[in-house]
């Protein structure tokens, strides 16, 4: 620790670091080009509704924490390479957070300093015992790992039903079509437009209709407002106040009753309005004004100056239990999460699906997050990787990015990259605003022939993911994680940005860039099969890039060596998906062993391993003189058994090829027509 500064209305702590060796990641929410935290960069926390499609800006959402992955080679240390610690500073007020590469400094505008270290040591443990202190994250329906098509427009019935048919007839997977549901006489109470109802306008059995509702409220206050000692207003229920989800109830309740849609998750929540701020060196902040609505901390947004009341409410006003705006304001969004979730929780007794942009510590115990308001351009394709990676740190592993974009019409191109990065975000979902043209991916033959391509591999995947979820809830590791977290040692992979893992063991190398049809791809040490093509591999002594072919409708998505990933068959929904055959991906290195899971449940119980309905199996892999097998410890077998569930087909990637001594050359064996059935 180098410097302390403590104050009413400031605090400041400097730590020093060491130069070259430190790696640092997390602190948002921001949309940044890199994944990495760089030098000189000043992080604000200060939860904004300005729009994910500012770089380098504060957005919705208040993460004090970092992960700091070292790299001990340059120091010649004790420690192996990826030795990794976190640090949380738990305050909800405002702050700058500056890295200059040798010190992290904290800029706090009020609360305490309550600091929290994780020890680790690796990456995956750090993270671990971080949702350990804050919560696990919530676990989260099977449907909701669809691919959403969401209609932006409340009245627009006849467009529900186009993209509804037009998906159908081009075989693009959709679970749910999310309807934005705003309120419209109250600025809490949830309405719905009776005459312009969607009901009979979803066709498939399988198919959802899911309303978007917005707990919206205008420039107004939202909190006690205290002018004197005997006047005191209460204008919408304050989302702090213990007992708010009984508003939330009684409301969804009434709501609900009406609704004409075949599922009952508040899909939507958190479109707040917040403010942004940036601390200005030796600045007085005097905040405690007779005038209510007025404050002389001004913030540095756009490059100018305004106050920190600006789009939101009065940083003098009281929250439940005599806590003020200027000290709660970062929390909004988490007690609202938390208010939905005990409503929904208390009202079906069923897993929820709730779904905020704003969040803080904590949040991805009761919600989902989407990245926001992007634009339609191959940057925010881009800048999405590292944000959706972050909020797997923040402990909130259901996250995704407007497919497509947002802000502004996208084109062809874009569209079907970003289909095709999209597909394997854990919340995957195709949106734009009301003012941008019509995306749906059915409106270019090229951009639904990849999304037919693409989400059919996505749907194959979904027991992987359905598991990947247990896991974050069990254990709090993300879904979408950096490669540092399979391959800490591996120093290059702290500075990639334009890649992602699936669990442990699935690649995912997306185009990133316009006009570009190969790709450059980073493969850490071991072999590497193609998922489009199982004949393909790349074969990597150690970590190395590898050029690969990239044309107009392929990603590259690769399964490593050492793991079994279980797929079952494509199907344009979920529940039909559930209901097709499994088959096993076998993929050995140079050790022969390979192992994996499979977590399956009812899909809609609570808590996970709940009441008998879940089975839990682990499969190990072995390849020993070109014999190959593979055996399984099942854990609660009662509940797949009774499903039917089986294992029809296995196959065994990485097996050398008999009659070529070179190491590259493998062949594929595969076992098929097995009627094993899953738990026994």
């Known amino acids: 620790?180098?410097?302390?500064?403590?104050?009413?209305?400031?605090?400041?702590?400097?730590?020093?670091?060491?130069?070259?060796?430190?790696?640092?990641?997390?602190?948002?929410?921001?949309?940044?080009?890199?994944?990495?935290?760089?030098?000189?960069?000043?992080?604000?926390?200060?939860?904004?509704?300005?729009?994910?499609?500012?770089?380098?800006?504060n957005t919705y959402g208040a993460h004090p924490f970092y992960l700091d992955v070292r790299n001990t080679t340059a120091s010649g240390g004790i420690f192996k390479n990826g030795t990794t610690h976190g640090v949380l500073l738990l305050n909800s007020n405002g702050m700058d957070v500056n890295y200059t590469g040798d010190r992290i400094t904290y800029k706090v505008i009020?609360?305490?300093?309550?600091?929290?270290?994780?020890?680790?040591?690796?990456?995956?443990?750090?993270?671990?015992?971080?949702?350990?202190?804050?919560g696990r994250p919530a676990p989260m329906p099977y449907w909701s790992f669809d691919m959403a098509t969401r209609i932006f427009e409340t009245k627009d019935r006849l467009r529900v039903k186009i993209t509804d048919s037009k998906n159908k007839r081009w075989e693009v997977p959709q679970?749910?079509?999310?309807?934005?549901?705003?309120?419209?006489?109250?600025?809490?109470?949830?309405?719905?437009?009776?005459?312009?109802?969607?009901?009979?306008?979803?066709?498939?059995?399988?198919?959802?209709?899911?309303?978007t509702l917005h707990s919206t409220t205008p420039f107004g206050f939202t909190v006690t407002r205290k002018y004197s000692k005997d006047i005191i207003f209460n204008t919408i229920p304050d989302k702090s106040n213990p007992d708010s989800f009984l508003v939330f109830k009684d409301q969804y309740l009434q709501l609900s009753s009406s609704l004409p849609a075949n599922r009952s998750s508040l899909f939507g929540i958190g479109e707040h309005t917040k403010k942004s701020f940036k601390i200005q060196p030796n600045q007085v902040l005097t905040l405690w004004n007779e005038d209510v609505g007025s404050s002389n901390v001004d913030m540095n947004t756009y490059g100018g100056?305004?106050?920190?009341?600006?789009?939101?409410?009065?940083?003098?006003?009281?929250?439940?239990?005599n806590i003020t705006e200027y000290d709660a304001h970062n929390l909004f969004g988490f007690y609202e999460s938390k208010a939905t979730n005990k409503a929904l929780v208390d009202l079906f007794g069923k897993r929820p699906?709730?779904?905020?942009?704003?969040?803080?510590?904590?949040?991805?115990?009761?919600?989902?997050?989407?990245?926001?308001?992007?634009?339609?351009?191959?940057?925010?394709?881009?800048?999405?990787?590292?944000?959706?990676?972050?909020?797997?740190?923040?402990?909130?592993?259901?996250?995704?990015?407007?497919?497509?974009?947002?802000i502004g019409n996208t084109n062809e191109e874009l569209c079907q990259r970003w289909i095709q990065l999209g597909a394997f975000y854990p919340f995957s979902r195709d949106h734009s605003d009301k003012n941008s043209n019509r995306q749906e991916l059915y409106l270019w033959d090229s951009v639904a022939a990849s999304a037919r391509k693409v989400l059919g591999l996505r749907y194959r995947l979904l027991p992987h993911f359905y598991t990947q979820m247990y896991q974050s809830n069990q254990k709090g590791t993300p879904i979408a994680r950096p490669l540092f977290f399979s391959f800490p040692e591996d120093t290059n992979t702290y500075e990639i940005s334009s890649?992602?893992?699936?669990?442990?063991?699935?690649?995912?190398?997306?185009?990133?860039?316009?006009?570009?049809?190969?790709?450059?791809?980073?493969?850490?040490?071991g072999n590497w099969f193609d998922l489009f093509n199982l004949t393909n591999s790349v074969v990597a002594e150690t970590g190395k890039y590898v050029t690969l072919d990239a044309p107009a409708d392929h990603i590259?998505?690769?399964?490593?060596?050492?793991?079994?990933?279980?797929?079952?068959?494509?199907?344009?929904?979920?529940?039909?998906?559930?209901?097709?055959?499994?088959?096993?991906?076998?993929?050995?290195?140079?050790?022969?062993?390979?192992?994996?899971?499979?977590?399956?449940d009812d899909s809609d119980s609570l808590t996970l391993r709940a009441k008998g309905q879940w089975t839990l199996v682990e499969f190990y892999g072995k390849l020993h003189n070109n014999t190959v097998s593979v055996t399984s410890n099942v854990t609660n077998g009662k509940y797949a058994l009774d499903q039917k569930w089986i294992i029809e087909k296995i196959t065994f990637l990485g097996i050398p090829k008999s009659d070529n001594s070179n190491s590259t050359q493998?062949?594929?064996?595969?076992?098929?027509?097995?009627?094993?059935?899953?738990?026994?």
Request: proline share 6%; glycine share 8%; net charge negative.
């Open 175 to 211: 679970e749910v079509i999310p309807r934005k549901s705003l309120p419209q006489s109250h600025p809490f109470f949830f309405q719905q437009d009776s005459e312009n109802s969607t009901e009979h306008t979803i066709t498939h059995p399988s198919s959802n209709l899911v309303f």
């Open 1 to 57: 620790m180098e410097a302390l500064v403590k104050q009413d209305q400031y605090l400041q702590l400097s730590s020093s670091l060491p130069a070259n060796r430190s790696s640092l990641f997390g602190i948002g929410e921001h949309t940044k080009k890199s994944f990495k935290i760089q030098p000189n960069q000043v992080l604000t926390l200060w939860n904004e509704d300005v729009g994910s499609s500012n770089v380098d800006m």
């Open 666 to 680: 493998f062949a594929i064996k595969e076992v098929a027509n097995l009627t094993q059935l899953i738990g026994e």
């Open 353 to 406: 699906f709730i779904l905020t942009r704003s969040t803080f510590v904590g949040s991805g115990k009761y919600a989902a997050h989407w990245t926001g308001d992007n634009a339609a351009s191959f940057n925010d394709l881009a800048y999405s990787i590292p944000t959706v990676l972050s909020f797997g740190l923040f402990g909130v592993p259901m996250v995704g990015a407007d497919i497509c974009g947002f």
């Open 305 to 321: 100056q305004r106050p920190i009341i600006e789009r939101t409410v009065p940083p003098t006003a009281y929250h439940y239990g």
């Open 110 to 134: 009020g609360g305490i300093f309550d600091l929290y270290f994780f020890a680790g040591s690796a990456p995956e443990a750090v993270i671990e015992q971080y949702t350990e202190f804050i």
């Open 499 to 525: 890649q992602f893992l699936i669990g442990r063991g699935v690649l995912v190398s997306p185009v990133v860039q316009a006009g570009a049809v190969t790709v450059d791809a980073y493969f850490p040490k």
């Open 556 to 600: 590259n998505v690769h399964l490593g060596e050492g793991n079994i990933l279980p797929l079952q068959g494509e199907a344009m929904t979920t529940n039909e998906a559930r209901k097709t055959p499994f088959e096993l991906l076998v993929a050995f290195g140079s050790n022969g062993q390979s192992y994996g899971r499979v977590y399956l």
